[in-house]
């Protein structure tokens, strides 16, 4: 009788019993460990233990235990089956270590997907050649010939497509913009909202423009998304000459640092730039914001140099007429008790003014050196918590008056700002202690009012702490 541990097969049958059941126990573990501490190696690890092990296991067996020939067709399968789970365990691999894992800003995580995808398929042509060579005997040479003649006349064939998408891959590969970013191209300037290996999209203000790669990389064009906070735009005005270029330069900085499109780390600045000319350039978030802050800029320009008397385009401001001065004395007249000889006395020191939509009437914080009363338009006051939040307070309408602590040199507690087109009429300080000195019953008014007001802003950052 034979001895069992003489025959070869006892000890390939043992390595596959007793090998098997410890290498699953051994790649279970390590990839439970790897999931945990969520590596990108977990999964390869997972193949391996799921069909590697197994299928090597049944390969050993039916050679080497069983002495199945090496031709046979059974085995020739469970070989292809195993070659194919070594070829998507190599790929997983490779792209597990060199591209999963790679840090942020590396080359390797710049890396376009397409050349990830042209990768995978020559690894997967070479693993199948290797697997229809070595297992079934097949002669892959002349396939590979076929297949390069092939290439060769389809590239001859279709040398501007392949032109085409050789150009979009080298844009890919040195990638100038991302998703998201703003680029200014002489064809189209707008947003990138996708790429591909054969063109670029870009979203623009009048559709969606599509333009083909090649074009891109035998052209320049802008990238305003980089470097990041570096974005700013810049706007033309004029002026009439008899303007100071000093006060004219304070107005159009203080109307841009205003504008809440501004980088908040940046500040605007203007120049006279020779003759009636300026510019003013102004630091955004985003190019995004370019149409939206141009048109503020300009809009509410248009008000604050008719309030500081500069006249912008070389316009007159002939707003504060003797009958819209007389109009605005009538609807501030009962909430200052104004007689008609007040009105008379009052009229020669009142100021009206406009201001447009979203315009800053008062900052918190500030110490108001005039009495400001509504005569067309609504206004909102605001306050702002301490996380940033703005909490809106009261609104204002005609009639209404803000600006009274300007009595007692206190800072005001709210923010005013348009919620229309607004008018208002202006009384200095002065004048507004020389009406309070005649009139006890109008202190009391502004007074109270001052009350109303602080108590206003206690309820609504109470309301906003609950």
Partial sequence: MTNPLDAPWFYWALAVAVGLPVGLVLFTELQQALARRGSALARPVGMIRSYLLPLGALLALLVKANQVSAEATPVRIVATVFGFAVLILVLSGFNATLFQAAPEGSWRRRMPSIFLDVARFVLIAVGL????????????????????????VLGLTLQNSVGQIISGLFVLFEQPFQLGDWIDT????????EVNWRATHVRTGSGLQIMPNSVLSAASFTNLSRPKGAHEISVDTVFAVSDPPDQVCVVLTRVA???PQRRSDAAPHSVAVGGTGY?????????????????????WLWYAARRAGLHLDEADDDFATPERIEAALRVIAPALRLGADDQEQLRPQLRLTRYGVDETLQSAGEVPDQLT??????????????DGAVIPVHTLSVGDCLGQTTLTREPVKTTARALTETAVAHIDRGALEELVRRKPLLLQDIGRTIEEQREGVQRALATVGQ
């Fill in 373 to 386: 009363c509504l005569v067309e338009g609504q206004v909102q006051l605001a306050v702002t918590s301490d």
């Fill in 186 to 193: 002489p064809s189209a300037r707008g947003r990138v909202v």
């Fill in 279 to 299: 510019t003013t350039t102004i630091p955004l978030r985003s190019p995004a914001d370019d149409g939206a802050a141009r048109a503020a800029f300009l809009r």
């Fill in 129 to 152: 050649a290797v697997i229809l060579s070595r297992v079934w005997g097949a002669d892959v040479g002349g396939l590979f010939t076929a297949l390069g003649i092939t290439s060769i």
């Fill in 257 to 259: 640092a205003a504008l």
